[in-house]
């Protein structure tokens, strides 16, 4: 089911009708919205809900194992047990078709001829998010960061909850599953504030990213041909538009859902083009995955802690999971390993050079920010070609200002650059600033225009309903 559909419109009143209904009780509120749950994924397909179940069964298990194991060895095996089981049923799925046409590329290689079977595996839709979030309880239970749950019901609907299920934010369970413990008491200002909040989602996803921006990326990068630099460029900053808008809006769409029914969920963006340098970019983009990935793998690796040498290995490799976490592809794989490089070549300059006065100046930071966002940009060729002939005709063309194709009209350019420059100069201008803050500062009506203008916009935007581009993930 798909936030920007009339289904889930329909869906979502009647969730929110229930779960503010007086004459029930919480813990059969807390029922339904498992069950709710339940539907809302398998409006994708019904038999995926085994997997949820899986992962749920088998990580509520092995902490209470882990919780009550008396050795060491005990405690690492039953967390084994947890890694193992859904990295397998992740890897199976996910990189199951990937693992076998390179064994087969290798082979062939080798001089061994041989056709591999047709891999016809539907990849269940957010095992990658819903994976991690698992894993995430049973690895805090094991390094004692958090006590096993004392309610199934309540870690079941931590695992399924269905605003941020399939795409994220990944939640921590510290953060969410004290929640459910007691009924949220009902406020007309956080319904509002939910509300506003979805609103400002599906703008993003319809009227921008799907409405505006999609178009001329899919043009550039569907052309099969060596393009002009100008229309490499616009096409790349097109998709830099859209991937925010589109996965910002489902995560900003999520959490307003969540907030309408009486939850928090964290923040899984911080105006990330507005960025001076990698470092602060990853705190400001996907930030659950970040912190995920430097909490469960970057530290446990040895972090900063090991030498300057054995740093560069932990970044790059924390990196080059990131980017394979997006997909079972090899473009993938460089995206990560460019931002890997950039954080390396970061914390070298870092060390190398103590800082400077000029490098506080305005002058300095806007420069420092305009590179990372060039830098960036060069990395969501690889994460947006379908494969590496495609990024390197628009690598050499976006670098070298070459001649070619023109596959983008004058309309194309105004719905790329006036999008573009306007995310831009908000996230600048927002860069310090939360989101709240200046909307308490703002009088209410013209709060409620602004909300008006997107809801008629998005009523004139709206026509097929796109998935969002992380649901592939």
Known sequence: ?????????????????????????????????????????????????????????????????????????????????????????????????????????????????WQAPAWDIILPVGISFYTFQTMAYSLDVYLKRAEPADSLLDFSLFVTFFPQLVAGPIVRPVDLIPQFAVEPAAKAGRLAWGLSLMVLGMFNKIVIADGALAPAADAVFGAGETLAWTDAWLGTLAFSGQIFCDFAGYSTTAIGASLALGFSLTDNFRYPYAAIGFTDFWRRWHISLSTWLRDYLYVPLGGNRKGVGR???????????????????????????????????????????????????????????????????????????????????????????????????????????????????????????????VVARTPWWLTAVVVGFMVAAIAVSQGSSNAFIYFQF
């Open 1 to 113: 089911m798909l936030f920007n559909s009339l289904t889930f419109v329909v869906f979502f009143a009647v969730v929110l009708a229930l779960h503010r209904a007086p004459f029930l009780s919480w813990r059969t509120k807390k029922v339904l919205l498992l069950v709710e749950s339940y539907i809302f994924y398998a409006a994708w397909n019904p038999p995926f809900i085994l997997v949820l179940w899986i992962s749920t069964v088998v990580d509520w298990v092995v902490a209470k194992r882990i919780h009550t194991a008396t050795t060491t060895g005990a405690r690492r095996g039953w967390l084994l047990v947890s890694l193992l089981i859904n990295l397998g049923i992740l890897g199976y799925f996910k990189y199951g078709e990937f693992l076998l046409e390179n064994w087969v590329a290798v082979a062939a290689m080798a001089g061994v001829e």
């Open 311 to 437: 740093t560069y290995i932990n970044l790059m490799v924390t990196m080059l999971l990131g980017g394979l976490w997006h997909g079972a592809s090899w473009t993938f794989v460089v995206w990560g390993g460019l931002h890997g490089t950039y954080l390396a070549v970061e914390r070298f300059i870092q060390r190398r050079f103590d800082p400077h006065p000029l490098t506080h100046s305005v002058v300095f930071q806007m420069s420092l920010a305009m590179l990372t966002y060039f830098l960036v940009n060069i990395t969501w060729v690889f994460f947006r070609a379908p494969d590496f002939p495609t990024a390197w005709r628009m690598i050499v063309s976006m670098v070298t200002f070459g001649e070619g194709l023109r596959v983008l009209s004058s309309a194309n350019v105004t719905l790329v650059a006036v999008p573009v420059l306007g995310i831009l100069l908000i996230h600048g201008l927002m860069r310090e600033r939360r989101l709240e803050d």
